[in-house]
């Protein structure tokens, strides 16, 4: 107020102090909806740990080749080849000496690495880039059968047979890739008197083992069945895994401290202990879905098998790249998990082609479905960006998933009825008073996540949020 204008009243900012403000609880903006957490149906793990038992799989299935770049070389291991199938039983001898021989090529967009119809006998891993595989159709059109991207191969056979290929490979990017031809296989094996007969037998062996299994890895369950009488009734068993997969459970943990000078005097209208305890469990229960999400050990995006890997045609998410993932989780799928940029990636593909998705109502809030199948926002599927001040523009993952113990799918595991328990598998317990008079708590989480058969969680990676249409009739008419 003006020190020229008499004060007539007391002021508003002088009575709100005699005044009863209305609060609210404190908010905290880091709060998800965490559907994830609310969608996995959730397995009591009464020791502590779930054994996910598996029939056994007799044929190794074709995994990733882990590539470093060192002064701009692309270079691997040798072990790193074993993740070839089809060099999975080779000696150390063998391997060691088919390294070195790869060479580093660079290739430019849009150049056909094999032609169908040719023999090129070279085989080919994906340092960087992502490649196409063609063939022709009965009606002479070229199909593509698959996307190949970094860490994923082709060509291998190339080396052991001289048929000629069946397919074209085309790059769809720049490239950078290791190349072993037959000629460096031959000087390789050369180099010692029993390496090619080693190697000739392993192939062999590797080629009699893959007529008598399936096309998931486990041995044939041998079966008869016609009409025809006096027909001998085959002999089988199914075998087990000798080493299954266990998941132990994860531990989320923190200690809260509240003064009891804050709890004693400063508690009304809100509980400071409690709303301390409240604002804390959704943090852990935050970090809870980003593990289930994230982790190393058990996380989704870390347990999707090679086999169940996608890779988007052009970046953006089409209804095209949804559909090939529905065809891997084709089983009973029960839910997309994406990104919400990635959502909305997918939503203005959907738009610029007029195919807008519906929409459903789930947990309370309208959520896009395709073919039926809802699309779950989920902030914890990470972005990656070459812009490290923006991580919500780059590329990320969308996962399609199976779930329930009944169908093989995926189930969350935990442990309820805990000591101090507060909510399943969570407790909460008074560690003690400290010196100064701040009290403890120690707030416990228990959980992991299981993936019970390989086909039960697949992905659709290098899904790229930041295209947009340029739509022609938006566009400003000259006058």
Not at 305 to 315: A, F, L
Not at 356 to 384: A, H, Q, Y
Request: aromatic fraction near 8%; include cysteine.
């Amino acid at each position: 107020m003006s020190d020229n204008i008499l004060q007539r009243s007391v002021t508003t900012s002088t009575a709100r102090n005699l005044a009863n403000t209305t609060k609210t609880a404190p908010k905290m903006q880091s709060i998800t909806p965490r559907h994830l957490l609310s969608l996995l149906p959730w397995v009591q793990v009464d020791g502590g740990t779930y054994r996910v038992n598996r029939t056994k799989v007799e044929l190794s299935k074709a995994e990733r080749i882990g590539v470093d770049f060192i002064d701009g070389n692309a270079t691997l291991t040798p072990e790193s080849l074993r993740s070839v199938p089809l060099f999975s039983k080779l000696n150390d001898a063998i391997i060691g000496r088919m390294a070195p021989r790869f060479r580093t090529e660079q290739v430019s967009l849009g150049n056909k690495l094999l032609v169908e119809g040719e023999d090129r006998n070279q085989f080919f891993i994906i340092a960087q880039g992502q490649v196409e595989v063609l063939s022709k159709g009965v009606h002479g059109s070229d199909l593509r059968l698959a996307l190949l991207t970094d860490g994923e191969y082709f060509g291998e056979t190339d080396l052991v047979n001289d048929r000629p290929s069946d397919v074209t490979i085309r790059t769809i990017t720049p490239c950078v890739l290791l190349v072993l031809s037959r000629k460096d296989l031959e000087a390789a094996l050369g180099e010692e008197p029993t390496l090619r007969d080693e190697f000739q037998r392993a192939v062999t062996e590797h080629l009699e083992l893959q007529s008598t299994v399936n096309r998931y890895g486990e041995r044939n369950i041998d079966l008869v069945s016609g009409f025809a009488e006096n027909v001998e009734i085959p002999e089988t068993f199914v075998d087990y895994s000798d080493h299954p997969r266990e998941y132990s459970l994860s531990a989320v943990q923190t200690v809260v401290r509240v003064h009891t000078r804050v709890s004693d005097l400063y508690n009304g209208p809100y509980d400071q202990l409690q709303e301390q305890m409240r604002l804390t469990i959704e943090g852990i229960k935050e970090r809870q879905e980003w593990d289930l999400v994230n982790s190393k050990k058990f996380g989704l995006v870390n347990s999707v098998d090679p086999t169940m890997r996608i890779s988007t045609r052009y970046g953006a998410p089409t209804p095209d790249d949804l559909d090939d993932l529905l065809a891997l989780v084709w089983k009973k799928p029960a839910f997309f998990l994406a990104h919400p940029k990635a959502i909305a990636a997918f939503e203005r593909e959907c738009t610029w082609r007029g195919t807008p998705p519906p929409t459903i109502n789930l947990f309370g809030s309208p959520m896009l479905t395709w073919r039926g199948v809802p699309l779950v926002p989920c902030d914890k599927l990470e972005m990656k960006s070459r812009y490290q001040s923006n991580q919500w523009y780059g590329t990320t993952s969308i996962l399609l998933m199976r779930i329930g113990e009944a169908d093989q799918g995926v189930v969350g595991l935990h442990q309820a009825g805990i000591p101090g328990e507060i909510m399943p598998s969570l407790s909460a317990r008074l560690m003690g008073l400290d010196s100064l008079g701040v009290a403890s708590y120690l707030l416990t989480l228990y959980s992991s996540c299981a993936v019970l058969t390989d086909d039960a969680l697949g992905v659709l990676e290098n899904v790229e949020v930041g295209y947009y249409h340029d739509y022609e009739h938006r566009k400003a008419t000259p006058k």
